[in-house]
C-alpha cells in the first residue's frame, strides 16, 4: 500500500513537478484532492484527469480540526481499498497544510508507505507577486492558527487561506492593536497563477469588499519601524532582550534583592500621582511598575521558579474565590462584602494540610 501526497502549488499547471504531472496523467491510480477551490482544477479537467474531493466533508464536520482528521482517516481507507493512491493538496504539501502530518502519522500505523511531492507553496508565489524578500524577518501562519503574540510589526507578516470578508474583519480588528489604521497591506488572490490579483489597501479599508477574498487569498504586511508597543509581550521580550547575551549589563547584573528597593520606589510614585491627580504622570508611573514587575517575574522564569502566566493565573482565580457574589451568584443579603472578603482572605491563610 502506498499513499503520493502531491503539492499542487499556487496555481498554474506549468509550475507542477514532472513527477507530480506524471502522477496526475497516470490512469490506474486513484486520485483525491483535498478540495476543488483550487486553480488548477479546471486545467486538469480540460484533460479529462478524473479525481474526486474532499469538500463534502467540510460540510459534514463541527470544526477544521474534525475536517482534517475526518479526511485522513478517509485517505487512509483509500489507500487500503486501491492499494496505491493519490492525496493533492494545493499549494505545497507541508505549508499551512494540516491534514498531511496527520496522514503521515496513521500511515505508521498502518504500515502504509509515504511518498511526498513537493511543490511551490503559497509563500514562493507571494514573494514573487509582490516582488520583495521578506525571508529574514517573516512570521507565516494561516487564518485558523494566527498566534498573536507573535504579530510583531518589526517583522514581515504573510497570512493564508483568508477565505471571506468575515474572517478578514477578524483579522482586521486583531492588526489594529498592533499597526496603525493607515498601515498598507497586501491582499493577494491566486498568487502565480492566470486569475492572479493584487490590491493594496489601508489597514481600515481590509474588509470593504466581498470580491477581494476566497480560499486562494493571503495578506502579507511589510516590517514598520514605528510599531504600537501595546501588548504585554512587547514588554516581555524587551526584559528578555536586556538581560540577553547581549544585554545591558545593569539589567544583567540584578537580582531579587537588588530590584526590591526600586519596586517600592514606584509603588510610591504611582501613590502619588494618584494622590495629586495627575494623570499623565500616573501612565508614566504605572508602566514604570509594570516594568519591575515583569522584570521580577522575567528573574523567575530565568531560575524556572515560576512564570509570568503563573502569577497571572494566580490572581486571577484569588479574585475569583474573594468574588463569590459575582462568580458564584451567593446571596449576601444583610453581609458586608468587605467581611467576606476577610473571611475567605482567612482561610486563604491557613496551612495547606490544616
Not at 485522513?72 to 489507500?79: F, H, R
Not at 519596586?263 to 519591575?292: H, P, Q, R, S, T
Request: charged share 35%; with cysteine; aromatic share 10%.
Amino acid at each position: 500500500m502506498k499513499i503520493y501526497i502531491l503539492g499542487l502549488g499556487a496555481g498554474s499547471i506549468d509550475i507542477i513537478s514532472k513527477k507530480g504531472y506524471e502522477l496526475l496523467k497516470k490512469e490506474d491510480i486513484k486520485k483525491i484532492f483535498r478540495t476543488k477551490e483550487h486553480e488548477i482544477i479546471h486545467e486538469l479537467a480540460k484533460e479529462n484527469i478524473e479525481f474526486e474531493t474532499m469538500d463534502y466533508v467540510y460540510l459534514s464536520e463541527p470544526n477544521f480540526e474534525s475536517v482534517y482528521e475526518k479526511i485522513s482517516d478517509i485517505i487512509i481507507e483509500k489507500a487500503k481499498q486501491y492499494d496505491e493512491i493519490l492525496y493533492a493538496v494545493p499549494g505545497s504539501p507541508f505549508i499551512t497544510e494540516d491534514t498531511t502530518n496527520i496522514i503521515i502519522k496513521k500511515a505508521q500505523n498502518e504500515n502504509i508507505d509515504i511518498q511526498v511531492i513537493p511543490s511551490v507553496s503559497f509563500i514562493d508565489a507571494v514573494i514573487c507577486t509582490i516582488k520583495k524578500d521578506p525571508t529574514k524577518k517573516l512570521y507565516i501562519t494561516d487564518i485558523f492558527n494566527i498566534d498573536k503574540s507573535r504579530i510583531n510589526p518589526l517583522n514581515n507578516i504573510m497570512i493564508s487561506q483568508v477565505y471571506d470578508r468575515f474572517k478578514a474583519s477578524e483579522l482586521k480588528l486583531m492588526l489594529m492593536d498592533r499597526y496603525d489604521d493607515e498601515q498598507e497591506i497586501y491582499i493577494i488572490t491566486s498568487a502565480g497563477g492566470k486569475d492572479e490579483k493584487v490590491k493594496t489597501v489601508k489597514l481600515y479599508e481590509m474588509d470593504y469588499s466581498d470580491n477581494e477574498y476566497s480560499h486562494l487569498t493571503s495578506v502579507f504586511i511589510e516590517s514598520v519601524e514605528d510599531k504600537k508597543y501595546n501588548d504585554i509581550e512587547d514588554l516581555r521580550n524587551l526584559l528578555r532582550t536586556l538581560r540577553g547575551k547581549n544585554g545591558c549589563p545593569w539589567d544583567k547584573k540584578q537580582d531579587f534583592s537588588s530590584m526590591a528597593k526600586y519596586v517600592k520606589e514606584e509603588a510610591n510614585e504611582v501613590a502619588y500621582a494618584i494622590n495629586n491627580n495627575d494623570m499623565d504622570n500616573l501612565l508614566e508611573e504605572l508602566g514604570d511598575l509594570l516594568f519591575e514587575i515583569v522584570f521580577l517575574t522575567n528573574l523567575a522564569e530565568e531560575k524556572g521558579i515560576f512564570s509570568f502566566e503563573e502569577v497571572v493565573d494566580e490572581i486571577v482565580k484569588k479574585m475569583i474565590r474573594r468574588h463569590p457574589h459575582v462568580f458564584e451568584n451567593m446571596d449576601i443579603s444583610g453581609k458586608n462584602v468587605e467581611d467576606i472578603w476577610q473571611e475567605i482572605k482567612n482561610i486563604e491563610k491557613q496551612p495547606k494540610n490544616s
